[in-house]
């Protein structure tokens, strides 16, 4: 019984045919190989649906990718227009800067010069008018008279290096003016300043008076004597 019951369970796959002069032909597949068949089928039919699932989620990712590139050349694209604001920006205030930098410096150049210029021997060593005699016997010196009342005063911005006896004049100022030069200023009168002091231009040394009326002035330069006319300005 059992041996029958699993005879009826096979089962077999006809195929009928006809060739060309109308014979008919009967072609049979066995149930294995219809089992193996369809086995083949549903594996090829799996794996179709197993590709298309793939390549929707691959399809799926690429778009997010796409979507997340995008965004992000967004910001990218955000950002360096930012900098490029900023870029500008700083620009702009470092040419700013710049300028006021080079306008410091002129300044400063300018004022280091007319500091230098002021500080040179070159005005003249008295307030008012006098009389003028130039001796370059040792070392030149301009010997002055002058009237009462008249001040001797600093030829250019300085120091007062010494204030001395004078065995001829009775009294020698030296003023140092920076970059080696020095003002002498010999007088008979009592000096108005003293050592280390620092004078402007046309600060007053002596008064002239009855018994001082006499001024010798000399210039030295890297303390050498040199013509005070080659320095001196004496307008009038």
């Given at each position: 019984?059992?041996?029958?019951?699993?005879?009826?369970?096979?089962?077999?796959?006809?195929?009928?045919?006809?060739?060309?002069?109308?014979?008919?032909?009967?072609?049979?597949?066995?149930?294995?190989?219809?089992e193996i068949a369809a086995v083949v089928l549903f594996l090829i039919i799996v794996s179709g649906i197993c590709r298309l699932i793939y390549d929707a989620i691959t399809l799926k990712d690429a778009k997010s990718q796409i979507v997340d590139q995008i965004i992000t050349i967004n910001n990218?694209?955000?950002?360096?227009?930012?900098?490029?604001?900023?870029?500008?920006?700083?620009?702009?205030?470092?040419?700013?800067?710049?300028?006021?930098?080079?306008?410091?410096?002129?300044?400063?150049?300018?004022?280091?010069?007319?500091?230098?210029?002021?500080?040179?021997?070159?005005?003249?060593?008295?307030?008012?008018?006098?009389?003028?005699?130039?001796?370059?016997?040792?070392?030149?010196?301009?010997?002055?008279?002058?009237?009462?009342?008249?001040?001797?005063?600093?030829?250019?911005?300085?120091?007062?290096?010494?204030?001395?006896?004078?065995?001829?004049?009775?009294?020698?100022?030296?003023?140092?003016?920076?970059?080696?030069?020095?003002?002498?200023?010999?007088?008979?009168?009592?000096?108005?300043?003293?050592?280390?002091?620092?004078?402007?231009?046309?600060?007053?040394?002596?008064?002239?008076?009855?018994?001082?009326?006499?001024?010798?002035?000399?210039?030295?330069?890297?303390?050498?004597?040199?013509?005070?006319?080659?320095?001196?300005?004496?307008?009038?």
């Amino acid at each position: 019984m059992e041996q029958q019951s699993k005879r009826r369970g096979k089962f077999a796959l006809l195929i009928v045919t006809e060739d060309e002069r109308g014979a008919m032909k009967q072609h049979h597949i066995s149930s294995a190989v219809v089992e193996i068949a369809a086995v083949v089928l549903f594996l090829i039919i799996v794996s179709g649906i197993c590709r298309l699932i793939y390549d929707a989620i691959t399809l799926k990712d690429a778009k997010s990718q796409i979507v997340d590139q995008i965004i992000t050349i967004n910001n990218l694209t955000d950002e360096n227009e930012a900098l490029t604001v900023e870029n500008e920006s700083l620009t702009s205030k470092v040419t700013v800067l710049s300028e006021t930098v080079s306008k410091k410096a002129a300044n400063e150049e300018a004022i280091s010069q007319e500091t230098v210029e002021n500080a040179l021997p070159k005005g003249f060593p008295l307030s008012g008018s006098a009389t003028m005699d130039v001796t370059k016997e040792g070392d030149p010196m301009l010997i002055f008279t002058a009237s009462q009342g008249v001040n001797v005063i600093t030829t250019g911005t300085g120091t007062v290096l010494s204030v001395d006896a004078d065995s001829e004049y009775g009294t020698r100022i030296v003023i140092d003016h920076g970059n080696g030069y020095c003002s002498v200023y010999r007088n008979n009168g009592s000096s108005l300043v003293k050592p280390g002091e620092e004078l402007g231009k046309g600060y007053i040394l002596f008064s002239i008076g009855e018994d001082n009326q006499i001024l010798g002035y000399q210039i030295m330069k890297d303390d050498q004597y040199i013509d005070p006319m080659q320095l001196i300005e004496i307008n009038g």
